[in-house]
């Protein structure tokens, strides 16, 4: 069974960088695909950047060039490092994993960008 818990959340002023943590247990970590989503007030989830084992990124159009992806294989860890952010930035940050299908989440950590 796979557990993934975040980290690193907080509030910041719009301009401001946060990293976020997710760290995993379980024995497929390393040839899973990784990532954070985002959820804001009213709205659905939305991916905002994942990495494959295969390290194949892929970033919402609104943080590109601001957002980094990041994994450590022998610490079973993802990170997100965001940068330049905005207030409409602001959401829960969940962490994920996807294994052929089957998805695993963190339980979230909330990120508020003011201006």
């Known amino acids: 069974q796979v557990q993934l818990v975040e980290s690193g959340g907080g509030l910041v002023q719009a301009g401001g960088s946060l990293r976020l943590s997710c760290a995993a247990s379980?024995?497929?970590?390393?040839?899973?695909?990784v990532g954070w989503y985002r959820q804001a007030p009213g709205k659905q989830r939305e991916l905002v950047a994942s990495?494959?084992?295969?390290?194949?990124?892929d970033y919402a159009d609104s943080v590109k060039d601001r957002f980094t992806i990041s994994r450590d294989n022998a610490k079973k860890t993802v990170h997100l490092q965001m940068d330049s952010l905005k207030p409409e930035d602001t959401a829960i940050y969940y962490c994920?994993?996807?294994?052929?299908?089957?998805?695993?989440w963190g339980q979230g950590t909330q990120v508020t960008v003011s201006s």
């Open positions: 379980g024995t497929i970590f390393s040839v899973s695909t």
């Open positions: 994920n994993l996807r294994f052929y299908g089957t998805n695993y």
């Open positions: 990495l494959t084992h295969y390290c194949s990124t």
